[in-house]
């Protein structure tokens, strides 16, 4: 498929969609970075990840971010978040920076789209986390890294993974402390089949693909258990910040991100779990405006050390 075609189906899908060491460096101060590349955590060539250490880092003490990229579910590699992991690397924490395997759209521009199942589901991706968490945390003694005091976030797609895990069953140990959702989509439900029939078939084929199931009444359980949404209210939830940029748009169709963030805040809140809701004026869903991802991670920084 050309790069092309890859960058409209990614378009298309988010249209719809919509740690810190003993010493924490001062505003001036930063640790050197070291990165390890291509840390093996399953036997398919998207299951790796890199580390990023701050070097004179104590054992003991250095507390975990593992960052996911964004990309629809279909695309994207950790390279996008090489910046972002050595400005928190330099910041003191070690971080995870994963790749994960993606819903196939082999024919999903097809007109009609062509009606088939993908292999990897939303439910395999963050099962990904898992695992890359799983190695990072059973090497940390090699890599010098803290064990129990570890964070996640990540950026569109990327943040829909880190709230599912970190509000899912794979952190009933609580190992995960808080998530930071940075442009992602909090939910996929609907109330009714029929909304889901005004939409495009591409984009009926492609929720039947990252979710495993049609869009119809029978399956709303299952389009609700793919929401971090409803998977935290259904849970006990994490301390949470949603960062979104002020214009949250893809496409031509509404941003409706800041209703689903308002929602998510107040219903952690009233379980009595902290959350936090930023907007970052000036900023695209890419947070790609001079200046603003340092916002990002100045706020995300700022809770995580908190909570």
Same mark, same amino acid.
């Given at each position: ?175 995960? /402390?808080? !998530? ?8 996929? %439900?609907?109330?009714?089949? *029929? +909304?889901?029939?005004?939409? $495009? ?69 009233? /379980?009595? !779990? ?8 000036? %900023?695209?869903?890419?947070? *790609? +405006?001079?200046?603003?991802? $340092? ?13």
């Amino acid at each position: 498929m050309s790069r092309k075609l890859l960058e409209k189906v990614i378009l298309l899908f988010l249209t719809i969609a919509m740690v810190a060491c003993e010493k924490e460096p001062g505003e001036h101060e930063k640790y050197e970075v070291e990165v390890l590349t291509n840390i093996s955590y399953g036997n398919h060539e998207r299951q790796v990840m890199d580390l990023y250490l701050p070097k004179g880092r104590s054992s003991a003490n250095t507390n975990v971010v593992v960052v996911i990229h964004g990309g629809g579910f279909v695309a994207g590699d950790k390279s996008y978040f090489s910046e972002v992991s050595t400005k928190l690397a330099e910041k003191g924490f070690a971080i995870a920076n994963i790749n994960y395997r993606f819903v196939d759209i082999t024919g999903l521009l097809d007109n009609p789209p062509k009606h088939q199942p993908s292999a990897i589901t939303i439910h395999h991706q963050v099962e990904d986390v898992h695992a890359a968490i799983q190695v990072a945390l059973a090497r940390s003694e090699e890599f010098a890294t803290g064990n129990s005091k570890w964070y996640i976030a990540g950026h569109s797609a990327g943040a829909t993974l880190a709230m599912l895990y970190a509000y899912g069953e794979n952190n009933e140990d609580g190992l995960i /402390k808080a !998530v930071a959702n940075w442009a992602g989509a909090t939910t996929f %439900a609907f109330n009714d089949e *029929s +909304e889901t029939d005004q939409l $495009d078939p591409r984009f009926r084929e492609l929720f039947f693909r990252l979710i495993g199931a049609e869009a119809t009444n029978e399956n709303k359980l299952a389009y609700m258990a793919a929401s971090p949404y409803w998977v935290a209210y259904n849970n006990e939830g994490i301390p949470t910040i949603n960062i979104r940029p002020d214009d949250n748009t893809v496409g031509d169709l509404p941003d409706v991100s800041d209703v689903q963030y308002k929602k998510m805040t107040d219903m952690l809140n009233g /379980k009595e !779990v902290v959350s936090k809701y930023v907007i970052v004026s000036g %900023a695209s869903h890419g947070f *790609s +405006e001079p200046g603003k991802w $340092d916002e990002v991670l100045s706020n995300t920084v700022a809770f995580f050390n908190e909570h």
